[in-house]
């Protein structure tokens, strides 16, 4: 695929994730004002964050795990042999998931108790029965993970992201019941379950008209290496992680009392809204060219692929870590601070922040260095998986049982910055050791411009705080404020970027002259 389309695939799959995103937050929101951060939410959101987790993990696992095979299915035999392996794959999938998720109703109890170990009984109970709600439809997210894969490998990739937009439009329409009917915020859940078995239905449809196409298979220079039983493990371990690490997030943020899971959870949704579904659209079109390249043998394209997507994901995550640091007491504040949440809960969110921002630049290399890494056959997954995380977690709980007593809910983000870069570096060790240098001396000016464009908007935003002075309390005027130092920071740093040559801006400004020309004619 030429890079052109590649940005443009990765520019489409972005802007839905942001739509998603902006419902995430739209749902956190009403949330905060309509039920506070106290017992209900935190039952709530662990709850949500169980199933939700599981969810997200069944899908990274199915694209990491699936895609490349898929891909070379569907170039090789064509569109009748890739329909007949995923009716057998779909219907094994959610059978395995009912199994499961049918043990873990009847546990829920003691998944509960062991999860969250700070909760106090009506805690427990209400959090054991959103858990069951949400519990009985996640066999059907596992097989529109599955599905979701397929739709990757035949580079439709905008179809499950829409889908997956139908869960959070169902909470959205419960929410703005709530203050009709004075439904409690169990109503939620119940919505999301409903949007669930909607967004199956949508996944079916779009496989389906996928599948009726037909191309011609074609036969590829070198062998595809078959996945091995220790690179399917390697996969599911790096998702025991994913899941793992929020799992002990959670349980450390519930021995802080009262809205400590609450007050992280709405940092988190606020943090991740940009920078996390360009992130995560990088790695899902990138991945797709990583594995085609290695079918290939072609090392020089996967190097260079590598280097494209880092600059692809932090040129637009570098600037949006940067206004989250500078900007995180007024943008909570605005967002949060009015209706049922209490000023101790936004001076708490706030701080976790703070914590979470430098964590987005981690989180988007290491994304782009997983990818390219398991799209490689050839690596010792098990080798490299099962040592990396086995320190990044226990550098985790560690830090969390030394700074929890001091810093409360602040040692949660702070220990998962730790253990993520931790987790980076070992990442990118087992890669230059299999592949050689992934970014040579001369070839880190693109990075380097980046950071300096990024300084630049830093400084831009706090002069613009400055010249506003300290005087915005009300709400109107804290969001103009928000507005004019992201704006002058965005503006400082596209031009400074666009100054220093960073070749994304000319990818970008090529994108819009089509555009452009487009919608003249």
Same mark, same amino acid.
């Given at each position: 695929?030429?890079?052109?389309?590649?940005?443009?695939?990765?520019?489409?799959?972005?802007?839905?994730?942001?739509?998603?995103?902006?419902?995430?937050?739209?749902?956190? %929101? &009403?949330?905060?004002? +309509?039920?506070? *951060?106290?017992?209900?939410?935190? $039952?709530?959101?662990? #709850?949500? @964050? =169980?199933?939700?987790?599981?969810?997200?993990?069944?899908?990274?696992?199915?694209?990491?795990?699936?895609?490349?095979?898929?891909?070379?299915?569907?170039?090789?035999?064509?569109?009748?042999?890739?329909?007949?392996?995923?009716?057998?794959?779909?219907?094994?999938?959610?059978?395995?998931?009912?199994?499961?998720?049918?043990?873990?109703?009847?546990?829920?109890?003691?998944?509960?108790?062991?999860?969250?170990?700070?909760?106090?009984?009506?805690?427990?109970?209400?959090?054991?029965?959103?858990?069951?709600?949400? %519990? &009985?439809?996640?066999? +059907?997210?596992? *097989?529109?993970?599955?599905?979701? $894969?397929?739709?990757? #490998?035949? @580079? =439709?990739?905008?179809?499950?992201?829409?889908?997956?937009?139908?869960?959070?439009?169902?909470?959205?329409?419960?929410?703005?019941?709530?203050?009709?009917?004075?439904?409690?915020?169990?109503?939620?859940?119940?919505?999301?379950?409903?949007?669930?078995?909607?967004?199956?239905?949508?996944?079916?449809?779009?496989?389906?008209?996928?599948?009726?196409?037909?191309?011609?298979?074609?036969?590829?220079?070198?062998?595809?290496?078959?996945?091995?039983?220790?690179?399917?493990?390697?996969?599911?371990?790096?998702?025991?992680?994913?899941?793992?690490?929020?799992?002990?997030?959670?349980?450390?943020?519930?021995?802080?009392?009262?809205?400590?899971?609450?007050?992280?959870?709405?940092?988190?949704?606020?943090?991740?809204?940009?920078?996390?579904?360009?992130?995560?659209?990088?790695?899902?079109?990138?991945?797709?060219?990583?594995?085609?390249?290695?079918?290939?043998?072609?090392?020089?394209?996967?190097?260079?692929?590598?280097?494209?997507?880092?600059?692809?994901?932090?040129?637009?995550?570098?600037?949006?870590?940067?206004?989250?640091?500078?900007?995180?007491?007024?943008?909570?504040?605005?967002?949060?601070?009015?209706?049922?949440?209490?000023?101790?809960?936004?001076?708490?969110?706030?701080?976790?922040?703070?914590?979470?921002?430098?964590?987005?630049?981690?989180?988007?290399?290491?994304?782009?260095?997983?990818?390219?890494?398991?799209?490689?056959?050839?690596?010792?997954?098990?080798?490299?998986?099962?040592?990396?995380?086995?320190?990044?977690?226990?550098?985790?709980?560690?830090?969390?049982?030394?700074?929890?007593?001091?810093?409360?809910?602040?040692?949660?983000?702070?220990?998962?910055?730790?253990?993520?870069?931790?987790?980076?570096?070992?990442?990118?060790?087992?890669?230059?050791?299999?592949?050689?240098?992934?970014?040579?001396?001369?070839?880190?000016?693109?990075?380097?411009?980046?950071?300096?464009?990024?300084?630049?908007?830093?400084?831009?935003?706090?002069?613009?705080?400055?010249?506003?002075?300290?005087?915005?309390?009300?709400?109107?005027?804290?969001?103009?404020?928000?507005?004019?130092?992201?704006?002058?920071?965005?503006?400082?740093?596209?031009?400074?970027?666009?100054?220093?040559?960073?070749?994304?801006?000319?990818?970008?400004?090529?994108?819009?002259?089509?555009?452009?020309?487009?919608?003249?004619?």
């Amino acid at each position: 695929m030429k890079q052109r389309g590649t940005l443009q695939n990765i520019i489409s799959v972005t802007f839905w994730k942001t739509a998603g995103m902006g419902l995430s937050l739209i749902i956190a %929101l &009403a949330i905060a004002n +309509l039920f506070g *951060a106290g017992l209900a939410t935190d $039952a709530f959101f662990f #709850a949500r @964050r =169980l199933v939700s987790n599981a969810a997200a993990g069944l899908e990274r696992a199915f694209h990491l795990l699936q895609v490349p095979p898929l891909v070379r299915l569907a170039e090789t035999r064509g569109p009748d042999a890739l329909s007949v392996h995923l009716r057998k794959r779909l219907w094994q999938v959610f059978l395995a998931a009912a199994v499961i998720c049918a043990a873990a109703f009847v546990f829920s109890e003691q998944i509960v108790a062991l999860l969250a170990p700070g909760f106090s009984g009506a805690q427990r109970q209400a959090a054991e029965t959103y858990f069951r709600v949400l %519990l &009985a439809v996640l066999p +059907l997210s596992a *097989a529109t993970a599955l599905a979701g $894969a397929t739709l990757n #490998a035949l @580079r =439709l990739f905008r179809m499950p992201v829409i889908a997956r937009l139908i869960p959070r439009l169902c909470a959205v329409a419960a929410l703005a019941l709530v203050p009709v009917f004075a439904f409690g915020i169990g109503a939620v859940a119940l919505a999301i379950a409903a949007g669930t078995v909607l967004m199956a239905g949508l996944f079916a449809f779009c496989l389906r008209q996928a599948l009726a196409r037909s191309w011609t298979p074609v036969k590829t220079p070198s062998p595809q290496v078959p996945y091995s039983q220790r690179r399917i493990w390697a996969m599911l371990l790096s998702q025991f992680h994913v899941i793992g690490a929020a799992w002990i997030d959670m349980a450390m943020a519930s021995l802080t009392g009262e809205g400590g899971i609450a007050t992280l959870e709405f940092a988190q949704r606020m943090t991740n809204m940009a920078p996390g579904v360009v992130t995560s659209s990088v790695v899902v079109v990138y991945y797709t060219e990583f594995a085609s390249q290695l079918a290939q043998d072609n090392r020089d394209a996967f190097r260079t692929s590598v280097q494209e997507a880092l600059r692809a994901t932090l040129f637009f995550v570098m600037p949006a870590a940067v206004a989250l640091f500078m900007l995180n007491r007024p943008l909570v504040s605005a967002l949060l601070g009015h209706g049922a949440f209490a000023p101790w809960a936004v001076a708490q969110t706030a701080g976790i922040v703070a914590w979470l921002a430098p964590l987005l630049l981690v989180n988007a290399v290491l994304g782009a260095l997983a990818s390219a890494l398991f799209a490689d056959p050839r690596l010792p997954h098990v080798r490299i998986i099962a040592t990396s995380i086995s320190a990044a977690l226990a550098v985790r709980v560690a830090l969390n049982w030394l700074l929890l007593p001091e810093f409360g809910i602040l040692a949660v983000p702070a220990a998962s910055l730790v253990s993520m870069t931790l987790l980076m570096g070992l990442l990118y060790f087992w890669l230059i050791r299999s592949h050689g240098p992934l970014i040579k001396l001369q070839e880190t000016w693109p990075f380097a411009a980046m950071a300096i464009a990024s300084a630049a908007a830093a400084i831009a935003i706090r002069l613009a705080q400055t010249a506003a002075g300290s005087g915005t309390a009300g709400r109107v005027e804290m969001i103009l404020l928000i507005a004019l130092c992201t704006l002058c920071g965005g503006l400082v740093y596209v031009a400074a970027a666009t100054l220093l040559k960073v070749p994304e801006t000319a990818r970008i400004r090529l994108l819009l002259h089509k555009a452009v020309r487009r919608g003249a004619a």
